[in-house]
Nanobody, 126 residues
Framework: QVQLVESGGGLVQAGGSLRLSCAAT????????MGWFRQAPGKEREFVTG????????RYADSVKGRFTISRDNAKNTVYLQMNSLKPEDTAVYYC???????????????????WGQGTQVTVSS
């Protein structure tokens, strides 16, 4: 299993940007697909984006497509989430997750993600 620690959350005005980082330790990072989910108060955890082990394949939720970008640096065991043009509805706790490499078809299903970070709060003010 891999251990995940998120950082980079905070308070930002609408239209602003934030970059989240997720540092992984434990088993070989490059063997995992990596992803980000988020959970707003009173709502279920939802898929944001995922990226394959080699960084070639990625998938995004429609709500963030064109605004968020996922990337990874396997040499640093780190995955990033660049968030631009933030909206108040992006406010949530953001979780990093890891899964044994699968086709991106499975990314939105939280049941396939075996390791989770503790989450980092992102708050977007209007």
């Amino acid at each position: 299993q891999v251990q995940l620690v998120e950082s980079g959350g905070g308070l930002v005005q609408a239209g602003g940007s934030l970059r989240l980082s997720c540092a992984a330790t434990g088993r070989t990072f490059r063997s995992y697909a990596m992803g980000w989910f988020r959970q707003a108060p009173g709502k279920e955890r939802e898929f944001v984006t995922g990226i394959s082990w080699g960084g070639v394949s990625s998938r995004y939720a429609d709500s963030v497509k064109g605004r968020f970008t996922i990337s990874r640096d396997n040499a640093k065991n780190t995955v990033y989430l660049q968030m631009n043009s933030l909206k108040p509805e992006d406010t949530a706790v953001y979780y990093c997750a890891a899964m044994d490499e699968r086709d991106s078809y499975y990314y939105p299903d939280a049941r396939f993600w075996g390791s989770w970070g503790q989450g980092t709060q992102v708050t977007v003010s209007s």
